[in-house]
């Protein structure tokens, strides 16, 4: 049974930092796309990051050169830093997993799992 287990979600001010993780189990982690996505209240489902198996990373233009995305194999996890933060980051952020090569940044529909989200929300 696969599960992804969110974490690290919090409330900052504006500027501040926040890590968040990833555990995945009951698949085989290593060979497969990683992604964060978010969603706020009344908006569509943004795609944040990109990892693939093979370590080739992708970023929303929005949060390029702020965030960076890191898997560690050894660990099944994969972690979001957030560095920067600015009140239009406030959003439910969502780890997902797809069988096959990270698909164009934006898109969610084709990945196979969903973690619940954690919550990340930055005041100004």
């Known amino acids: 049974q696969v599960q992804l287990v969110e974490s690290g979600g919090g409330s900052v001010q504006a500027g501040g930092s926040l890590r968040l993780s990833c555990a995945a189990s009951?698949?085989?982690?290593?060979?497969?796309?990683m992604a964060w996505f978010r969603q706020a209240p009344g908006k569509e489902r943004e795609g944040v990051a990109t990892?693939?198996?093979?370590?080739?990373?992708k970023y929303a233009e929005s949060v390029k050169g702020r965030f960076i995305i890191e898997r560690d194999n050894a660990k099944n996890t994969i972690y979001l830093q957030m560095d920067m933060l600015k009140p239009d980051d406030t959003a439910m952020y969502l780890c997902?997993?797809?069988?096959?090569?990270?698909?164009?940044?934006?898109?969610?529909?084709?990945?196979?799992?969903w973690g619940q989200g954690t919550q990340v929300t930055v005041s100004s």
């Open positions: 009951g698949f085989t982690y290593g060979r497969y796309c």
């Open positions: 990892i693939d198996a093979d370590g080739t990373l």
């Open positions: 997902a997993v797809y069988d096959q090569k990270c698909p164009m940044m934006g898109i969610w529909w084709p990945f196979n799992y």
